[in-house]
């Protein structure tokens, strides 16, 4: 058998998701190692990859199967402690590189893997900061500050409770999604921690918590940037405008409101 038999094999085993053909390919092409070229995939080869196939039919997400993922063209470690990285987040990352420089400190609140503030230390050189409450996903950050030869400072924390610095440069990207949302959701996302998912009743609990606490964490002019979920614009800036004076709202390739930017300075 050759790859691309596996991977119509692989389809009909996913027959019943709609992403079933994206799921085959990226299975082969990480078993094989090859996501152009047609090979021979031997009998022990074949085994994992009808292995791996059933276990995302029941919930597996494929990139929890490999341990890692794919963020503003780097690969990062990820394991079931941390969500997946999403390509909507990488708007926001792109946001707060255009705000930071690298004599700035830049804190990445519910940092999970780690990727935006590792990603912002990459391609600023800023002092990041990671922080999240998770000591699972703490361990995932702590692989992947190893993994890009990045020395940043990670502290577990409940949101800024045990958080003792000020910082230029505040990203986060917190649980967003209504509590009775959480059931409805795909069967590989629900398999994803549901503490970095679930952002209680009206999906804006943490908001509240990052607008409270986050302006006696920033520098003067500093600035934060949060990650929003679809339809929570307004409402996030009017949770924020008790606190902040400036704040913006930007969209993603998608059209869609993706981040609100808040500072008490000039913005951009």
């Given at each position: 058998?050759?790859?691309?038999?596996?991977?119509?094999?692989?389809?009909?085993?996913?027959?019943?998701?709609?992403?079933?053909?994206?799921?085959?390919?990226?299975?082969?092409?990480?078993?094989?190692?090859?996501?152009?070229?047609?090979?021979?995939?031997?009998?022990?080869?074949?085994?994992?990859?009808?292995?791996?196939?059933?276990?995302?039919?029941?919930?597996?997400?494929?990139?929890?199967?490999?341990?890692?993922?794919?963020?503003?063209?780097?690969?990062?470690?990820?394991?079931?402690?941390?969500?997946?990285?999403?390509?909507?987040?990488?708007?926001?990352?792109?946001?707060?590189?255009?705000?930071?420089?690298?004599?700035?400190?830049?804190?990445?609140?519910?940092?999970?893997?780690?990727?935006?503030?590792?990603?912002?230390?990459?391609?600023?050189?800023?002092?990041?900061?990671?922080?999240?409450?998770?000591?699972?996903?703490?361990?995932?950050?702590?692989?992947?500050?190893?993994?890009?030869?990045?020395?940043?400072?990670?502290?577990?924390?409940?949101?800024?409770?045990?958080?003792?610095?000020?910082?230029?440069?505040?990203?986060?990207?917190?649980?967003?999604?209504?509590s009775s949302d959480c059931k409805k959701l795909?069967?590989?996302?629900?398999?994803?921690?549901?503490?970095?998912?679930?952002?209680?009743?009206?999906?804006?609990?943490?908001?509240?918590?990052?607008?409270?606490?986050?302006?006696?964490?920033?520098?003067?002019?500093?600035?934060?940037?949060?990650?929003?979920?679809?339809?929570?614009?307004?409402?996030?800036?009017?949770?924020?405008?008790?606190?902040?004076?400036?704040?913006?709202?930007?969209?993603?390739?998608?059209?869609?409101?993706?981040?609100?930017?808040?500072?008490?300075?000039?913005?951009?």
């Amino acid at each position: 058998m050759n790859s691309k038999e596996l991977t119509h094999v692989l389809v009909d085993i996913l027959c019943d998701r709609e992403d079933k053909v994206s799921l085959a390919n990226y299975i082969v092409e990480n078993i094989c190692g090859n996501k152009f070229d047609i090979i021979e995939v031997n009998k022990k080869t074949y085994k994992k990859a009808i292995k791996f196939a059933k276990k995302i039919n029941a919930g597996t997400p494929p990139q929890y199967l490999f341990g890692k993922s794919y963020f503003y063209k780097r690969e990062f470690v990820v394991n079931k402690k941390v969500l997946i990285p999403r390509f909507d987040t990488e708007i926001l990352v792109e946001q707060a590189i255009k705000y930071t420089s690298s004599d700035m400190t830049v804190c990445d609140m519910c940092c999970g893997s780690g990727i935006c503030g590792i990603t912002i230390a990459l391609e600023t050189n800023a002092t990041c900061h990671l922080v999240d409450i998770s000591k699972g996903a703490l361990s995932v950050a702590k692989a992947n500050c190893k993994k890009h030869n990045v020395n940043c400072k990670i502290m577990r924390s409940d949101m800024f409770s045990r958080v003792p610095y000020t910082y230029d440069i505040i990203v986060c990207n917190p649980p967003y999604i209504k509590s009775s949302d959480c059931k409805k959701l795909d069967t590989l996302v629900k398999n994803e921690p549901m503490l970095a998912l679930d952002g209680g009743e009206s999906g804006l609990d943490y908001y509240k918590i990052l607008a409270e606490q986050s302006v006696s964490h920033l520098k003067e002019n500093g600035v934060i940037l949060i990650e929003i979920g679809i339809h929570q614009a307004q409402d996030v800036k009017n949770i924020f405008s008790k606190y902040y004076k400036n704040i913006k709202v930007i969209k993603d390739y998608n059209d869609i409101e993706r981040v609100v930017i808040a500072t008490n300075g000039e913005i951009l």
